[in-house]
């Protein structure tokens, strides 16, 4: 197998090494090894099914598209949520400010001008 399952076993299994799990899936361990191996996931659920779905894929020629196929997907995912992201932002537009501070600025003065009135009255 290539380094491509030691990037997807790498999180971080500080119990067993992660050549030792690709020897594993290969079935190239002797027996005791092998055993420890499959304490080790017993133990462990999560590295359980992860080791399981990687014995099921069909061929292991078939892994390094399969892992190409999940980087794209997740990519593409990345990318949508970043545009979303992207349109809800305001826009860094001078012209929205100013019109903003503008029509505070009317509305301030407007409140000016009434009191004067009120009071004048």
Same mark, same amino acid.
């Given at each position: 197998?290539?380094?491509?399952?030691?990037? %997807?076993?790498?999180?971080?299994?500080?119990?067993?090494?992660?050549?030792?799990?690709?020897?594993?899936?290969?079935?190239?361990?002797?027996?005791?090894? #092998?055993?420890?191996?499959?304490?080790?996931?017993?133990?462990?659920?999560?590295?359980?099914?992860?080791?399981?779905?990687?014995?099921?894929?069909?061929?292991?020629?078939?892994?390094?598209?399969?892992?190409?196929?999940?980087?794209?997907?997740?990519?593409?995912?990345?990318?949508?949520?970043?545009?979303?992201?992207?349109?809800? #932002?305001?826009?860094?537009?001078?012209?929205?400010?100013?019109?903003?501070?503008? %029509?505070?600025?009317?509305?301030?003065?407007?409140?000016?001008?009434?009191?004067?009135?009120?009071?004048?009255?």
């Amino acid at each position: 197998m290539n380094n491509d399952l030691l990037n %997807i076993l790498s999180g971080g299994n500080k119990d067993i090494d992660n050549q030792k799990l690709q020897d594993y899936l290969d079935g190239k361990l002797p027996e005791a090894e #092998r055993h420890e191996v499959e304490k080790w996931m017993a133990e462990h659920e999560f590295a359980n099914e992860a080791v399981e779905g990687l014995q099921e894929l069909s061929g292991k020629k078939n892994l390094q598209a399969y892992v190409d196929s999940l980087n794209k997907e997740l990519n593409k995912h990345i990318q949508q949520k970043k545009a979303r992201r992207e349109k809800r #932002r305001i826009k860094e537009n001078p012209w929205v400010y100013l019109a903003i501070f503008m %029509i505070l600025a009317i509305a301030v003065i407007a409140y000016i001008v009434i009191k004067k009135l009120q009071h004048a009255q």
